[in-house]
């Protein structure tokens, strides 16, 4: 993790060549690698691994983007630095290098977490196209928010198939009234209705970058908020 870190550093405070972004990448993929052969699983389980994978996927998608957009500077820099960021958040989480459970021990679960943590790493690139275009105002920012928002909606909605297949396996239903699901519902509807929205005339531009900030937001809460302030079967 840490090397993850001092990599990213040389990109965001040092060399202008993008090699460094890559190589950061590059480690955070082997990191997972690494923990993925040592736990004979995918590593999706606790906030460590969990944050791990987000920033190893925000780095993925970001580079995307970044050869999407005309490979400007800034969108790889912002880019670097958030997944740095949540890069530094897991190194103060312990992981977990217990068992799975039965219940989680299906790659039906694996789906369902890679899947959400994916679209939360696009939702989260949407929302720094669009504090960019509200700093600039440039259309194609905000067209930028809009593609990367529909497409972490569309790995969303899959997510949530395979979690509802999964619960079903698990508990015979493929719905649980638990918060963290409740708040997972309306993160899908809000960015449903962002995406409509943007349709309309008088959404576009600034209301829609506003919106596709906000959602984020709301990523954040789903994901951490509700587990840590909120009782329920559904962690992480």
Do not use: C
């Not at 959400?116 to 905000?142: P, W």
């Not at 909606?153 to 699901?181: D, N, Q």
Request: positive net charge; glycine residues 8%; without cysteine.
């Amino acid at each position: 993790m840490t090397p993850t870190i001092i990599v990213f550093a040389l990109y965001l405070f040092g060399l202008a060549s993008r090699w460094p972004a890559y190589a950061g990448f590059l480690v955070q993929v082997g990191y997972l690698v690494y923990r993925g052969l040592a736990l004979g699983r995918i590593p999706l389980v606790g906030v460590h691994d969990t944050v791990s994978f987000l920033a190893a996927s925000i780095m993925a998608f970001g580079i995307a983007v970044d050869q999407a957009h005309g490979r400007k500077r800034w969108v790889l820099q912002a880019v670097t630095g958030l997944a740095m960021a949540v890069t530094a958040v897991a190194l103060f989480q312990a992981p977990e290098n217990k068992p799975l459970p039965p219940v989680l021990n299906t790659y039906w679960f694996e789906l369902h977490v890679a899947l959400s943590f994916m679209s939360y790493a696009l939702f989260a690139i949407a929302a720094i196209m669009g504090v960019r275009y509200l700093k600039t105002g440039e259309a194609e920012d905000e067209r930028m928010e809009y593609k990367t928002a529909f497409v972490g909606y569309a790995l969303f909605s899959l997510s949530m198939i395979f979690g509802g297949v999964w619960a079903f396996l698990a508990w015979g239903t493929y719905w649980l009234w638990t918060p963290k699901e409740l708040w997972t519902s309306l993160l899908w509807v809000y960015y449903g209705l962002y995406l409509h929205l943007r349709y309309f005339t008088w959404w576009q531009g600034r209301p829609i970058a506003v919106m596709g900030v906000i959602g984020f937001g709301i990523v954040m809460f789903t994901y951490l908020g509700v587990s840590l302030l909120m009782k329920s079967s559904h962690a992480f």
